[in-house]
């Protein structure tokens, strides 16, 4: 069975400093993974996601994280926050085969102070 | 434009009615979905769709109902048999049912009162 954890309910940063939001997946098959971020009451927007290419990958608003598969990880960073990145984030698995929804992790609040 | 419309935006309900949630979407997906969200739980699964008349159940359907009549539309109800059901609602689509990434709604905040 799938499952997905981030390591952190609540990430307080500075603005000008790196970001790094963790997250660990359990999945018997490929996986593919997926980071979302979502405003105050607003739907999710896809960050990026990892499909079996490239282990390092890039997103949007300069966020990118690597697929490790041997520690089973899929940490998000950026190098410098803004106060436009403070949102929750969502870590979320999706296996290969069919009849399988995507799984979310409960999310990280990032808050950037100036 | 491209996406994902659910309405309304807000939504209240008085104790003991049914009320339903729409979700549309113009990307030709085949598979949706309907995800409930509380504070600090993250998204949980309430139905999902990978064609057209057919759904699943997802992790916490109980006192919910769907219908997937048409490729483009997937409404969900919240019945009465379900003691709490005040939270935000997302609806979302995706290509196909493997390892597409699905794209969200604007969601519905349902508040009984």
């Known amino acids: 069975a799938q499952s997905v954890t981030q390591l952190d309910s609540h990430v307080s940063v500075s603005e000008g400093t790196p970001v790094l939001l963790r997250c660990n997946y359990s999945?018997?098959?490929?996986?593919?993974l997926f980071w979302y971020v979502q405003h105050p009451n607003k739907g999710l927007q896809l960050l990026l996601k990892?499909?079996?290419?490239?282990?390092l990958v890039k997103g949007i608003n300069g966020f990118e994280a690597e697929f490790k598969k041997s520690e089973t990880s899929f940490h998000l960073t950026k190098p410098s926050a803004h106060m436009s990145d403070a949102a929750e984030y969502f870590c979320?698995?999706?296996?290969?085969?069919?009849?399988?929804?995507?799984?979310f992790g409960k999310g990280t609040t990032l808050s950037v102070s100036s | 434009d491209g996406g994902i419309t659910q309405s309304p935006k807000y939504l209240f309900r008085k104790e003991g009615q049914n009320v339903t949630l729409s979700c549309e979407q113009n990307?030709?997906?085949?598979?949706m979905y309907w995800y409930r969200q509380d504070p600090g739980q993250g998204l949980r699964l309430i139905y999902y769709?990978?064609?057209?008349?057919?759904?699943q159940k997802g992790d916490i359907a109980e006192g919910y109902s769907v219908s997937r009549e048409k490729k483009e539309s997937f409404p969900l109800t919240v019945t009465s048999a379900q003691k709490n059901p005040t939270a935000f609602y997302l609806c979302?689509?995706?290509?196909?049912?493997?390892?597409?990434?699905?794209?969200f709604g604007q969601g519905t905040r349902l508040t009984v009162v």
């Open positions: 999945s018997s098959y490929s996986p593919s």
């Open positions: 769709s990978q064609i057209v008349n057919d759904f």
């Open positions: 979302a689509s995706s290509i196909d049912r493997g390892n597409a990434e699905a794209f």
């Open positions: 990307l030709n997906h085949d598979a």
């Open positions: 990892y499909t079996s290419a490239a282990t």
């Open positions: 979320v698995v999706s296996e290969r085969r069919a009849g399988t929804a995507l799984i």
